[in-house]
């Protein structure tokens, strides 16, 4: 197994700065999350429920946010709805007792970066939120800039701009979350290439060594739910029984 400290390079001057709202109505998780936080770096902004964590994602405008699906007054979902339509690239992780596989979907069709299930490592989830910060930083980066030819894929019926994040089908604009445009971005750049599951989370969520094997599935079936003109048959994002995924133009 790979250790964490051989994979995530001790940078806290990159979080010096970065804030993190933490939003669960369990008082236990609130300080054992701000502990590991803090000892890290980062700011951590605190909420027990889902109006004050509208109010504090407003007010305090956090550069990541770990959200709990079940809270008093307003619902993690409908949270985390009100900040996808503020923002479509701040990362946020679903920190949730809920582990079924339609929980999951609806989390992520929501807009969610990541999913965690209670019971959970800390130390797995301050890996998991620095490798959500990276990821998004890098593709900052990248936007507003002139797209080059190798950051473009255009395929019958499919284009899709890595620089712009942009991505159609048949002509027409399809919305995906961060992590859905990272895994076909990088599927469609490895054409022909079978990818199992864990070969896919270390490649495209950087954390194979603790990472849940479902949460590709579940993403490859809200890709083709987006990209496929019939995900039960899908042109592209294909699976190879036994193994994995691949993509085929």
Not at 51 to 58: E, I, P, T
Not at 91 to 97: G, H, I, K
Not at 170 to 192: C, H, I, Y
Request: no cysteine; glycine share 6%; proline share 4%.
């Amino acid at each position: 197994m790979v250790a964490l400290d051989d994979i995530l390079p001790d940078n806290k001057n990159m979080t010096e700065t970065q804030k993190i709202l933490v939003v669960d109505d369990e008082s236990n998780i609130l300080d054992v999350l701000e502990l590991y936080l803090l000892r890290e770096g980062f700011q951590v902004i605190r909420a027990s429920d889902g109006q004050v964590a509208l109010r504090l994602f407003n007010e305090s405008q956090p550069d990541l946010v770990i959200l709990d699906l079940m809270l008093p007054k307003v619902e993690g979902l409908s949270v985390l709805k009100h900040i996808r339509q503020q923002t479509s690239t701040l990362p946020v992780l679903l920190l949730t007792a809920k582990s079924q596989e339609d929980d999951k979907l609806a989390g992520f069709a929501s807009g969610a970066d990541d999913y965690v299930t209670k019971p959970f490592s800390p130390r797995e989830l301050v890996a998991r939120v620095k490798v959500a910060l990276r990821r998004n930083q890098e593709a900052q980066k990248g936007s507003g800039k002139t797209t080059p030819k190798d950051e473009v894929i255009n395929l019958e019926g499919l284009y899709v701009n890595r620089t712009a994040r942009k991505v159609e089908v048949n002509g027409k604009p399809v919305e995906l979350t961060a992590k859905e445009f990272d895994l076909l971005w990088f599927l469609a750049t490895n054409q022909g290439q079978v990818f199992s599951r864990e070969q896919l989370l270390d490649r495209v969520w950087d954390y194979s060594f603790f990472g849940e094997m479902s949460t590709v599935t579940v993403h490859i079936r809200r890709l083709r739910e987006k990209v496929e003109a019939d995900p039960m048959r899908p042109r592209h994002i294909k699976t190879v029984w036994g193994v994995g995924y691949k993509f085929e133009q």
